[in-house]
């Protein structure tokens, strides 16, 4: 089973800011096959980047994904109010799929 | 617009069966993996299994397999999610969501079970 450890648990940041997301696998994962989720407090997880680096619909450009073999990166480039969440990365491979624990983004 | 319906919260006694259900619209029901996630309280998402309701073939998680059974009925466009027997540390919030390609989109809006004496 591949093992993605996000890092770091949380983040501390203030509106306007730049923040950087870490997934690291266990074992390489297949660009395709890499995608990160937002979640609010209350709601579903929502799909923010697949293929590792393609932004879903509807979701804004400050939001960029990126990365290969056992590194990925989730970007958000100014943080905005409303992007104060948590953030899963995923993965799928063989059928089987994972989840990263998870890091908090928390306003400062 | 695709949508994934899931069915309300529910709650249970130790030992007591369950099914909740996922309901699709939108979309070609039968062609697009369905996946199952929990989320205990508090804590971080956990697959639990995918079915493919064109032919029903399913996959489990390792830690899931044989703890619950994933179904669907395709003339409804409808996943279920089952349990034989709760126990206490069934109590989670449960989401199914569509599989595209390698990723999960959309989801459902979630069913809380609460499994309690």
């Known amino acids: 089973e591949i093992v993605l450890t996000q890092s770091p648990g949380t983040l501390s940041l203030s509106p306007g800011e730049r923040a950087t997301l870490s997934c690291r696998a266990s074992?390489?994962?297949?660009?395709?096959?890499l995608a990160w989720y937002q979640q609010k407090p209350g709601q579903a997880p929502r799909l923010l980047i697949y293929?590792?680096?393609s932004r879903a619909t509807g979701i804004p450009d400050r939001f960029s994904g990126s990365g290969s073999g056992t590194d990925f990166t989730l970007t958000i480039s100014r943080l905005e109010p409303e992007d104060f969440a948590v953030y899963y990365c995923q993965q799928y491979g063989s059928s089987k799929i994972t989840f990263g624990q998870g890091t908090r983004l928390e306003i400062k | 617009e695709v949508q994934l319906v899931q069915s309300g919260a529910e709650v249970k006694k130790p030992g007591e069966s369950l099914k909740i259900s996922c309901k699709g619209s939108g979309y070609s029901f039968t062609s697009y993996w369905i996946g199952w996630v929990r989320q205990m309280p508090g804590k971080g998402l956990e697959w639990m299994g995918i079915i493919y309701p064109g032919d029903s073939d399913t996959r489990y998680s390792p830690s899931f397999e044989g703890q619950v059974t994933i179904s669907a009925d395709k003339s409804i466009s409808t996943a279920y999610l089952q349990w034989s027997s709760l126990k206490a540390s069934d109590t989670a919030m449960y989401y199914c969501?569509?599989?595209?390609?390698?990723?999960?989109?959309?989801w459902g809006q979630g069913t809380l079970v609460t499994v309690s004496s």
């Open positions: 969501a569509r599989l595209l390609g390698a990723a999960f989109d959309p």
């Open positions: 074992q390489s994962v297949s660009s395709s096959y």
């Open positions: 293929g590792a680096s």
